[in-house]
């Protein structure tokens, strides 16, 4: 069964600092996904790594994917405020699209 | 460009009722669809996809089914709401396997 974890689940840092979230799987993919919820909102996809060593950046996040460790990065530089969301990490096999848990990314000032 | 449709937005529902859910997608043919729950201050958990018309795969057992009578449109039904059946139920499609799935915007379900 294909499970993605991510960690940690809830993370408050202060506005400025830097960050990383992980996101592990557990079986073979070549493609990855980054979305991002806001609090009652839907997803917004964020990023779409389709192979490995695969980086893509856009404004202060930068996500990144290992094939062969299976994990990708979602990496938060110099934070601020408007970044404060729910990040997901999400693979997919063979039409199944499974989701970590989420990470709850508040900024605080 | 492609859209996607979900409604109702909020739906407030009491124990034993039935429920129907659609969502429709423009602007693209024979999609993969899905519908996900996610409870309250959680991950989103995958309750159907589609493949094509009429072709339905469950990933958990529940007193929910899902039905897609046209090509891009895509149902979540039930006969008899449950308490733990209240969360966010978001649709979703792409346009294949291994591609990006853009959600609707999302049911929010209260089962009274």
């Known amino acids: 069964e294909l499970k993605v974890e991510q960690n940690p689940l809830f993370l408050s840092m202060q506005e400025g600092k830097n960050y990383t979230i992980y996101c592990n799987y557990s079986t073979t993919s070549d493609r990855l996904y980054w979305y991002r919820q806001d609090p009652g909102k839907s997803l917004e996809s964020l990023f779409v790594?389709?192979?490995?060593?695969a980086v893509k950046q856009e404004g202060r996040l930068m996500a990144s994917l290992d094939t062969k460790a299976r994990l990708s990065t979602l990496h938060i530089t110099a934070a601020v405020h408007d970044l404060s969301a729910t990040y997901f990490c999400a693979v997919d096999k063979y039409n199944d699209m499974r989701f970590g848990a989420g990470t709850r990314l508040t900024v605080k000032p | 460009s492609q859209t996607i449709h979900q409604w109702p937005a909020t739906l407030v529902q009491p124990v034993g009722s039935p429920l129907s859910l659609e969502c429709t997608v423009e602007?693209?043919?024979?999609?993969?669809l899905y519908w996900y729950r996610q409870a309250a201050g959680r991950g989103l958990q995958l309750l159907f996809y589609?493949?094509?018309?009429?072709?339905i795969s469950s990933e958990v057992p529940q007193n929910l089914s899902a039905s897609r009578p046209q090509d891009r449109q895509f149902i979540l039904s039930s006969k008899k709401l449950l308490l733990s059946d209240s969360g966010f139920y978001l649709c979703?499609?792409?346009?294949?396997?291994?591609?990006?799935?853009?959600f609707g915007q999302g049911t929010r379900l209260t089962v009274v």
């Open positions: 790594l389709l192979s490995n060593g």
């Open positions: 589609s493949v094509g018309i009429g072709q």
């Open positions: 602007g693209t043919s024979n999609p993969n």
């Open positions: 979703a499609w792409s346009v294949g396997p291994n591609t990006e799935a853009f």
